[in-house]
């Protein structure tokens, strides 16, 4: 069975951000280039959720989604649900 997702407000908005900064940045074709890349790999993680590193200090996982971005996540393997918590641009983590 796959996990499903839940998208906390944070991840969504900055899911959303990201969209708009590369929309700005390059075009709408990038724009789509990067939701199949995300969807791509959320599929991936619905199957397997521990395909992400494992982060001891803020006991999240961190899938990299591209050599710009990261996509934080946490998941519970009872309730078979992964809670997306941010996409990141590596560029913004400071």
Same mark, same amino acid.
């Given at each position: 069975m =796959?996990?499903?997702? =839940?998208?906390?407000?944070t991840a969504l908005q900055t899911y959303l951000d990201e969209i708009e900064f590369?929309? !700005?940045k390059? =075009? *709408?074709k990038e724009v789509e280039k990067f939701k199949i890349l995300v969807d791509t790999n959320?599929? !991936? #993680?619905?199957? =397997?959720p521990e395909i992400g590193a494992y982060n001891k200090i803020s /006991?999240? *996982? $961190? #899938?990299v989604i591209s050599k710009q971005t990261s !996509? *934080? *996540?946490?998941?519970d393997a009872t309730t078979k649900i992964i809670e997306l918590h941010v $996409? !990141? /641009?590596h560029s913004k983590k400071s």
């Amino acid at each position: 069975m =796959n996990y499903s997702f =839940n998208w906390d407000s944070t991840a969504l908005q900055t899911y959303l951000d990201e969209i708009e900064f590369i929309f !700005l940045k390059w =075009n *709408y074709k990038e724009v789509e280039k990067f939701k199949i890349l995300v969807d791509t790999n959320l599929k !991936l #993680l619905s199957k =397997n959720p521990e395909i992400g590193a494992y982060n001891k200090i803020s /006991e999240v *996982y $961190i #899938l990299v989604i591209s050599k710009q971005t990261s !996509l *934080y *996540y946490s998941f519970d393997a009872t309730t078979k649900i992964i809670e997306l918590h941010v $996409i !990141l /641009e590596h560029s913004k983590k400071s």
